[in-house]
């Protein structure tokens, strides 16, 4: 390459600020230099390189040996040249200053380039944009851009209020709409989503829908029936906080598991494999969720150990001084002798417990008894438990409302397993009035299990 050529890039010195000068000036020197060693040795003989001084500098002698034979071939193919061949040199030099134009044009498109990078570079986001600035001088397009901008951004048309355009267009919507109620083109499906209403848009996007309800539920703890048309837009940002902190911790777990297994296709945890139908995952993921409550359930139901509020149910001497050590002292009930569980009544007032607390009890509990839980599903419990620590400080009961008050109020009327609890709650309370003291002293290795 000429020197003429390897000297245009210094034109770019005019983009050059003060925080790189200093780098600026040595690339400049060190090109001087490199120049330098270029026209002293363009008229002498060629000095061959003395590899034995650089084994004794270098520590790689294989990376050595590599460029030594490569320099050794080079050096040979070029001393075998035939002297004929080097009376094209003139041709050379002729093609050279024949496509001098073409590098010098090349030369003028990357100056514009670096020129056109620098200024995209340096402007402002688009969000610190104001079309005022430039608007006001011209009304005509003031006028057009308040007129298409919001409703008809996509349109391509030079003359967009033509009545041509704007019968093709509504032609267009019309087809749109009709493959839209029909379901029957997918692309369709998403692109007119904006355009109608909440429960079409629910219809297609169940995964969306079933966030959204579950997130209602949880915050509100209303019924599914009163769910908004529309959702607040809190709301929206918040399901999409939690997903990507539930996401992160997926992401994590299939990276480790990919690189473990040197698999290309791994699922994230909680979520169906590639191929497989989401819904019907998610389907078994909620019945498994719910057959564990159910049996959880029955185990408590089967004790009165289920909305004893005051009274707290324990099963063994470990479970009692736990107890004790976050309660104080407190008296031993006994609910009769058909009941597998002792209660402890603490001394003081229970004072209100947060959703938060429950969730890190529970987490306690898991770890003395030895159980540890999916990293993704703790994560997923964690969201959860997060959504009902925003209803506030009256997030189980009302002011002057009891556990078992609140546990009926919030079942529908016409809900199958109503009558049950009720009549659950009637033996409950005639258990608790009806509750014997037993002393620490008497409690029996054959009661405690």
């Known amino acids: 390459m000429s020197r003429a050529l390897r000297s245009n890039w210094k034109g770019l010195s005019s983009f050059v600020n003060e925080s790189v000068s200093t780098a600026w000036n040595e690339i400049k020197s060190c090109d001087g230099a490199l120049q330098n060693v270029i026209d002293n040795n363009r008229s002498g003989t060629v000095t061959k390189i003395d590899w034995s001084q650089w084994k004794e500098r270098i520590g790689n002698p294989k990376l050595l040996e590599a460029f030594e034979s490569n320099y050794n071939c080079l050096i040979s193919l070029l001393d075998k040249i035939p002297q004929p061949i080097l009376k094209y040199c003139e041709v050379l030099k002729r093609a050279e200053e024949e496509s001098g134009k073409s590098a010098e044009e090349a030369m003028r498109l990357i100056e514009d380039g670096v020129k056109a990078l620098w200024i995209s570079n340096h402007n402002p986001p688009v969000w610190k944009i104001d079309p005022n600035e430039w608007l006001e001088s011209d009304q005509y397009w003031q006028a057009y851009i308040e007129k298409h901008a919001v409703f008809a951004p996509h349109i391509d048309s030079l003359d967009p209020e033509s009545p041509a355009e704007i019968e093709a267009r509504r032609q267009k919507w019309q087809t749109n709409v009709a493959k839209f109620n029909e379901r029957t083109d997918t692309p369709i499906l998403y692109d007119y989503m904006n355009h109608l209403p909440t429960w079409e848009y629910y219809d297609i996007n169940r995964k969306q829908f079933y966030q ?3 997130y209602f539920l949880n915050l509100t703890g209303e019924d599914f029936r009163h769910f908004p048309d529309i959702p607040k837009w809190q709301w929206i940002t918040h399901c999409e906080d939690l997903n990507f902190k539930l996401f992160a911790v997926q992401h994590r777990r ?3 598991k990919q690189l473990t297994t040197k698999s290309r296709h791994v699922s994230n945890d909680l979520e169906p494999e590639e191929g497989h139908c989401e819904e019907t995952h998610e389907m078994a993921f909620l019945s498994s969720e719910k057959e564990r409550s159910e049996e959880a359930l029955i185990y408590l139901l089967s ?8 009274y707290i149910p324990f099963e063994n001497l470990f479970q009692l001084e736990l107890i004790k050590s976050r309660f104080g002292d407190g008296k031993l009930f006994s609910f009769g002798e058909d009941v597998d569980v ?17 969730f890190h009890l529970y987490l306690d509990h898991l770890v003395m008894n030895g159980v540890r839980l999916n990293p993704s599903y703790a994560q997923y419990l964690d969201n959860t438990f997060d959504v009902i620590q925003q209803r506030g400080p009256n997030w189980l009961t009302l002011p002057g409302e009891s556990v078992r008050e609140a546990f009926i109020r919030r079942l529908r009327a016409d809900d199958p397993m109503r009558q049950h609890f009720e009549k659950y709650i009637v033996e409950l309370e005639d258990r608790m009035a009806n509750a014997t003291e037993v002393e620490e002293s008497e409690i029996s290795v054959k009661f405690i299990k």
């Open 342 to 358: 002792l209660f402890f009544l603490p001394n003081k007032a229970l004072s209100t417990v947060s959703p938060k607390k429950c």
């Open 212 to 214: 959204h309800m579950s």
């Open 303 to 310: 004790n009165y150990a289920f909305l004893s509020d005051p």
């Open 254 to 256: 299939k990276v480790e």
